[in-house]
């Protein structure tokens, strides 16, 4: 699809990937409950979605479950 073909995306994803396995071990070991990670876009419907559904998927690959909600993308 179109953002996974956009370099810029693709490099973000890669740089949360590393950031993810650096503070989630921290999290889990300490207990944490949850973790909050949010993206926003001016329209909230397209790069945010799939922003999301990226990290989600990526976090469902280290056998962490995510809860996603996408406030805006009815508006």
């Not at 419907?45 to 995510?66: C, D, F, G, N, Y």
């Amino acid at each position: 699809d179109f953002l996974s073909a956009q370099p810029e995306a693709q490099a973000f994803l890669e740089h949360l990937d590393g950031l993810l396995d650096t503070l989630m071990p921290s999290y889990l070991r300490q207990g944490k409950s949850y973790l909050t990670i949010a993206f926003g876009c001016t329209g909230g419907r397209h790069r945010s979605v799939w922003m999301a559904e990226q990290t989600a998927a990526m976090l469902r690959t280290k056998h962490i479950e995510p809860a996603i909600a996408h406030r805006d993308v009815t508006k």
